[in-house]
């Protein structure tokens, strides 16, 4: 009995410790809850104190920037009609290619959009406030500078780099509809005329040509065929693919300003790559730049000798069967020539010769003029130029 008291005693009382136990704990919770709670509303009043004093200023200098951005009130002062993405990006002050801009109100090119600027300076003498970066693609105010974001001026955008999808790349050869330029002027797609700067005619009828060969128009009409393409270091042969690329990219818009593009930046780099060798001061012999611009591009895309190696050699390399044989003098009678016929030295050889293009034939002018005193032209059907590659025609060789 004495047994079962002490053991109930016992179980009391640490059923009465446990109970203060919790109870402590649950006082500490309780008492930290607290401790938390007011922690928590000095730091939300101090947060409120805080932005009642600075941050909602701030927040509303951010609100009325964005508001800004959005809503600009100088977008009708841009005037598309002076607009010409065609020639080099250089500052038209500082002669500079670096971090310029383009006034939309009257086109010119500026560096820079800090206070210091030429942009920033252009800005502020002549009330022009709309300028375009010509490397982010982004649109400013000055001098307040800050960004534009309007979809109304994504044309823009498009005519400083257009860009094309695989979809459109294929309805192009079917395009036989011509569209109309901001200017007024209807046009056709790629039938789009090159400006002639001062000789550079014969330049500008081979870029024409090539601009319309469906494989090299296709590749270079998507900038990510080739824009991985490394070459090394100083090595200014990379201009060649990237100025023809804009080039056909440009003559191929569907939404230009003007039915006419320039070809400066594309006749740039042939004279520079070229040191010189063809330049647009004078002129040249568009069968020879034919031959170089082909070779050198071909370098410019990493081609190797293997005729798959660009698009180059994939849209031009060609093979020719070459079948020739010795003819017997004519001084010779009948039995010496029928035994020269024999032997190894007279018979017939073939080769194969490769090539990228091929040379035909024109008939000679006339010797005497018409009553314009100019030479008559003769009218030669094509069919008779390509006659000389049919595989049964001969040539004489002496």
Known sequence: ??????????????????????????????????????????????????????????????????????SCPYLDTINRSMLDFDFEKLCSVSLSHLNVYACLVCGKYFQGRGRKSYAYTHSVEV?????????????????????IIDSSLEDITYVLNPTFSKKQIKGLQSMSKPVRAYDGTTYLPGIVGLNNIKANDYCNVLLQALSNVPPMRNYFLREENYS?????????????????????????????????????????????????????????????????????????????????????????????????????????????????????????????SPFRYLTLDLPAAPLYK???????????????LLAKFNGSTEKVWI
């Not at 406030?129 to 001098?143: A, D, G, Q, R, S």
């Not at 100025?243 to 003559?251: C, H, N, V, Y």
């Open 1 to 70: 009995m004495s047994s079962d008291g002490t053991r109930t005693e016992m179980k009391s009382e640490k059923r009465k410790f446990e109970e203060t136990e919790e109870n402590s704990e649950t006082v500490a919770a309780k008492k930290q809850a607290t401790e938390n709670a007011s922690e928590e509303k000095v730091v939300s009043a101090i947060v409120e104190e805080y932005l009642s004093d600075d941050d909602e200023g701030d927040l509303r200098v951010v609100e009325n920037e964005f508001d800004r951005s959005r």
């Open 127 to 147: 009330n022009h406030h709309v300028f375009l970066n010509l490397y982010t693609l982004k649109f400013y105010c000055l001098p307040d500078n800050y960004q």
């Open 228 to 352: 991985h393409i490394k070459r090394p270091p100083g090595d200014i042969m990379i201009l060649l693919s990237q100025r023809f690329g804009e080039l056909i990219r440009k003559l191929w818009n569907p939404r230009n300003f003007k039915a006419h593009v320039s070809p400066h930046e594309m006749l740039q780099s042939i004279v520079r790559c070229s040191q010189k060798r063809f330049q647009i001061t004078k002129q040249g012999d568009p069968l020879d730049l034919l031959a170089w611009f082909l070779n050198s591009l071909h370098i410019a895309l990493n081609g190797t000798r293997n005729p798959k190696s660009s698009i180059v050699t994939r849209t031009f390399q060609g093979e020719m069967k070459i079948f020739s044989r010795k003819i017997p003098s004519p001084e010779l009678n009948e039995e010496q020539k029928q035994k020269l016929l024999k032997t190894e030295e007279y018979q017939e050889k073939e080769q194969t």
């Open 370 to 384: 018409d009553e314009l005193e100019h030479n008559i032209i003769p009218q030669v059907p094509l069919s008779s």
